[in-house]
């Protein structure tokens, strides 16, 4: 068997979008506001990563929310996310065409992406480039004010 690349895991829908009703947990509906879950293939985080402009960047929660909300559902998975923005990065650092901004793309509260290709240094290089500051808090590493550079999805 042989390991998918990258690109292939990112056109891999599967089965995607999926609504997962959760009414049977209780106290996972009460904290998310209702019991629909949205599953999103990762070509949908690719397609709102690939938008986000150049001195500008959006968080995972950003991109959930507006899935969430485009679904009508009420959260999205937040370990599919993970797991498909990284596939989306790696993705586009293979190819050597039609690349995504993926480096614009940070975790909650402006948290680089340790998982991203050459690793939260390479993400830190990059938004730098673009005139951003990046501090160290602890071991991790956080876009400073991220917050006035938040782009809105259209």
Not at 8 to 31: E, Q
Not at 38 to 43: F, G, Q, R
Not at 57 to 71: C, E, H, M, P
């Amino acid at each position: 068997m042989t390991n998918k690349s990258y690109n292939d895991k990112l056109n891999d829908s599967k089965d995607m979008p999926k609504l997962v009703d959760l009414s049977d947990k209780p106290d996972f509906v009460a904290r998310v506001g209702g019991p629909l879950m949205l599953i999103a293939p990762p070509l949908a985080y690719n397609d709102i990563m690939a938008g986000v402009p150049e001195g500008k960047i959006i968080t995972s929660d950003r991109i959930r929310d507006y899935l969430a909300k485009q679904a009508d559902a009420n959260t999205t998975c937040s370990l599919t996310a993970g797991i498909f923005i990284n596939i989306c990065a790696n993705a586009s650092f293979e190819r050597e065409d039609d690349q995504i901004p993926y480096w614009r793309t940070l975790k909650s509260k402006g948290q680089l992406n340790e998982k991203f290709p050459e690793g939260t240094d390479g993400q830190k290089a990059l938004l730098e480039m673009e005139g951003h500051k990046v501090v160290k808090k602890g071991n991790k590493y956080f876009l400073k004010d991220y917050e006035k550079y938040l782009w809105e999805i259209e």
